[in-house]
C-alpha cells in the first residue's frame, strides 16, 4: 500500500513585498507585523481566560475525585490550549500549561486524581494571566519550576 504526502510550504508575503520595487521598507514590515501580533495577544489573552473558566468549571466537577469523563475533557480542554500563549509571548504560561496537561495525562491513564496537585496548577494560571510575569523572571521561573516537580512527583505516585 502506497501513500503519498503532500508538503505545503506557505506563502511568506514579507519576503516578496520586500523585494518589490516600490514595496514596504523592511522597518515598516516589521512594524505591521507587530501591529498584526498585538491584535492576537488581545485574541490570546480573551482565550486564555476563556480556557481558564472552563478548566475552572471542570475542577469543580471532578469534586474532589477521578471521573475519567471529566479528566479527559480537563485534559483536551489544557492540551489544545498549548501553544495558546506564543501569540501573547508568554513562555511561562505555556510552560504552566505544558505540565498540567501532563499531569492530566498522567491521571488519565492511571485513573488517580491528585486534586492539591491540579489546583496549584490552576492557581498558578490565574496567577500568570493576572499579572505580568515578565516583571519577575526569577520568580516566575522558580513557580513554573515547582509545578513541573509537582507534576513528576505526581506521576511518580
Same mark, same amino acid.
Given at each position: &500500500? ?17 523585494? &518589490? ?8 514590515? %516589521? ?9 492576537? *495577544? ?6 486564555? +481566560? ?16 477521578? +471521573?475519567?469523563?471529566?479528566? +479527559?475533557?480537563?485534559?483536551?480542554? %489544557? +492540551? ?5 500563549? $506564543? ?8 510552560? &504552566? ?11 488519565? $491513564? ?8 491540579? *489546583? ?5 494560571? *490565574? ?15 522558580? %513557580? ?14
Amino acid at each position: &500500500m502506497s501513500e503519498s504526502a503532500r508538503i505545503h510550504v506557505p506563502d511568506v508575503p514579507l519576503g516578496r513585498l520586500i523585494r &518589490m520595487p516600490g514595496g514596504k521598507t523592511a522597518g515598516q514590515a %516589521i512594524e505591521d507585523a507587530e501591529k498584526g501580533l498585538e491584535s492576537l *495577544q488581545a485574541e490570546s489573552m480573551v482565550e486564555l +481566560n476563556r480556557v481558564l473558566k472552563s478548566a475552572e468549571e471542570l475542577y469543580a466537577r471532578a469534586g474532589g475525585k477521578f +471521573n475519567a469523563m471529566v479528566v +479527559n475533557a480537563f485534559y483536551d480542554l %489544557i +492540551n489544545g490550549a498549548v501553544g495558546l500563549p $506564543t501569540a501573547s509571548k508568554d513562555r511561562a504560561i505555556d510552560t &504552566m500549561l505544558v505540565s498540567l496537561a501532563d499531569l492530566l495525562d498522567y491521571y488519565r $491513564t492511571s485513573g488517580e486524581w491528585g486534586d492539591k496537585s491540579v *489546583q496549584v496548577h490552576l492557581s498558578t494560571f *490565574q496567577l500568570l494571566l493576572r499579572t505580568e510575569g515578565a516583571r519577575d523572571r526569577d520568580g516566575t521561573e522558580a %513557580i513554573l519550576s515547582g509545578l513541573q516537580k509537582v507534576s513528576r512527583k505526581a506521576a511518580r505516585g
